[in-house]
């Protein structure tokens, strides 16, 4: 079965939240830190996986920014999957789940 999940970053001037299929996930203060999590999240549900993030939208006048990337993999049958109380056993005490 192919399976295709969408991450987001959505950053601001302060905060950098990262959404996983439209649901905002963990907000973060650097958007390197969002990167680093949503692809440790990608590793670990499809081992060896990388993500690109690329700028989707800018608008100036508020500073909001938001990136993309798209993580698409054959599922076998011992794949995670990636329910949100999974995503959310991911993060620590550096992050602020949602």
């Known amino acids: 079965m192919r399976n ?3 991450f987001v970053i959505e ?3 302060s905060r950098h939240d990262l959404l996983l299929d439209g649901q905002v996930i963990a907000s973060f ?14 590793s670990r549900v499809a ?3 990388l993500l690109k993030f690329e700028l989707d939208f800018k608008w100036t006048l508020s500073d909001l920014e938001m990136r993309v990337a798209t993580l698409e993999w054959e ?3 011992n794949d995670t999957t ?5 995503v959310r ?10």
């Open 75 to 77: 599922s076998g049958d």
């Open 11 to 13: 950053s601001d001037k």
């Open 29 to 42: 203060s650097t958007l390197e830190a969002a990167e680093v999590a949503a692809t440790g999240i990608a």
């Open 47 to 49: 081992p060896g996986a």
């Open 89 to 98: 056993g991911l993060f620590d005490s550096t992050t602020t789940p949602r």
């Open 4 to 6: 295709i999940h969408t």
């Open 82 to 86: 990636m329910t949100k109380q999974f």
